[in-house]
């Protein structure tokens, strides 16, 4: 036992000196790595409150942290190079002394098991070891505080993602020294264990690129909306862990599927008036899409691919296709999201991206895995998805971001007329509970073949987080509510906002709003929620598929002219079950209403016999095309007043939809 505690004096003398002679000669380590892990006992318990004194006299470094309440430690920042770790603590038999070697870069998980009987150490010792430690402390404090003003002064530049608001990676998520291999809690890895055996083969490193990304601070104060955990918001993933992860590329890929069922049962299963159901009583695929993020050297890149029904709906529902040569449709069909950038150190960071990206108006996010429900409101439906152009993404602050756009237009791939869409976002988070996105669009013309008529909207939200007791085994963690309104217009052209003697009234004015509630440590929730549209002119409803309708040919069956009007409702309930932060499975029940026939009937919105090409014109009973966009002249090519075939549309409609969604 004298003999320990001489060596334990000894070292911690050392440390001291060393500590001492190093803080005239801190600098930087661009290759410094980490070591964490967690400290048992012997029955497997975790042991709070142990002080471990890290030195590497190679380095003439030393370094103390101590154990959380889980038992979890992490340091970083240290040198590569051989270490000894001493542990300590009241209680314990005795201090414990490890070794090690680290890597450059590496970042080592060691996991300590230590006896948690009494130490037997004389009480003046362990008051002189106490009192010797907290020296250590505050000397090791001081040395962490210039390293890190050091490193900052030093350090590569920063890349701040585009997804902000998405969850980090946890610090202690990156255990092994093989991405994508997981650690096993209370477990010591093979390549600690071989680092600790003296004489033991050193493995092979990996390239940089491929290492795992650096811990970064317990509390991140710099990175954008690092402050807390935003998880909860409509419209942001769930996942607060990423399964592998490297420096140079952070993969995504996602999985939606659903089976939906209409009280109207049309008989050629064809939905309309959505933009996430398409089929009655099928299993169909939402999408299916494999991509990632890319950071090196503050160079950013994304991709995302697109498959499944999403390939097929979002491009039919933009008519700028229609303008010019090349087919734009077929050539973004299976992207979401393709852009690149670069991203520069100015305040908490400005990215300049160019390509394909989502364009965050209407709360909801494009993919459904994010979104507290199935199928939004109309506000979120008839809003773009995506814009094609070029966007500034600033951050004064870690909770303001201030975006401008100059995109292509309205959830376009192609510019419709001589001007491009002008827009931008601002996002405010204060507070883990709080939320605030404000988007505006304007000086686009929208409208294919009308260059005189331009558009501007406004898209506004708020986000609450009102209760939050995530300590609670079980029953109710969490609730949140949300609130959308958007108001827009468009003029000249022969319309205008307001109506009057320049033209019919064209406009749109909606509202939706949801109350959400997570119980079972947020294993399951409860959404319920709804809202209205009041679209006079309906230039932003979504045109029902009646013979294969789309943005372009547009129907004589459901008209677009300036002064239609259309006033639509829904409501909707919600029941998810998550056992797993990357699965989500879906149980929802939706009505909708609308003023005007709208909905897929029992008698469908095909043709007999098929989709006849003609999408434009009226059909015959037999299903081919008349040739004429006019009622009138359509009964004389069909034979009469009854040869004219017409879709089945009606006012309302009630679904019931399962999906399951992935997202990793």
Known sequence: MKTRAIRLFAAAFLAISVLVLSQQAVRAQPASGSLMGTIRDGSGAAIPGVKLLIANADANTARQIVSDAAGDYLITGLAPGPYEVVATRTGL?????????????????????????????????????????????????????????????????????????????????????????????????????????????????????????????????????????????????????????????????RFDTNYTEDTNQPKDHSLGGSTETFRNGEVQIEQASVGGDFHWQSVRGRILTMFGMFATTTPRNDASTAVGQWDLRDSYRYVSEAWGGYHFNVNHGLNIDAGIFTSYIGLFSYYNYDNWTYQPSYVSSNTPWFFNGVRLQWFPTNKLKIEPWFVNGWQSYAKFNGHPGLGGQILYRPHEWLSLVFNNYGLGTDTLGNPNRSRIHTDDSIQVRYYNKPEKVSGLDKMAFSFTGDLGCEYGGGVTCHGGAGGPKQAFLGWMAYNRWWFGEDRYAITLGGGMLNNPGRYLTLLPPINGADAVSGSPYFTENPGDKFHAYDLTTTFDWMPRQYVTWRFETGYRHSDVPYWTGRGGVTPPGGNNGSPADYACSTGVSSGQTTLAAAQAACGGPNGVWFPDLRRSQFVATIAVMVKF
Not at 152 to 180: F, H, I, M, Q, Y
């Open 93 to 253: 038999s005795s201090p414990q002394v490890f070794t090690l070697t680290l890597n450059a870069g590496e970042q080592l998980r060691t996991d300590l098991k230590l006896d948690s009987t009494d130490s037997g150490l004389p009480p003046v010792v362990e008051q002189q070891l106490e009192a010797m430690q907290e020296q250590i402390s505050a000397m090791g404090k001081r040395i962490g505080q210039l390293e890190a003003a050091l490193e900052k002064k030093n350090a590569p530049d920063r890349v701040v993602v585009a997804n902000v608001g998405a969850p980090r990676a946890p610090l202690l998520a990156t255990t092994s020294k093989e991405p994508g291999v997981p650690f096993s809690s209370g477990a010591v890895t093979a390549a600690t264990e071989a680092a600790a055996e003296p004489g033991a083969p050193t493995a092979t490193p990996l390239p940089k690129a491929l290492e795992a990304p650096d811990a970064g601070p317990v509390t991140d104060s710099f990175t954008p909306f690092a402050f807390g955990d935003f998880t909860w918001l409509n419209g942001n993933p769930r996942n607060k862990d990423t399964v592998l992860d490297t420096k140079f590329f952070t993969p995504e890929i």
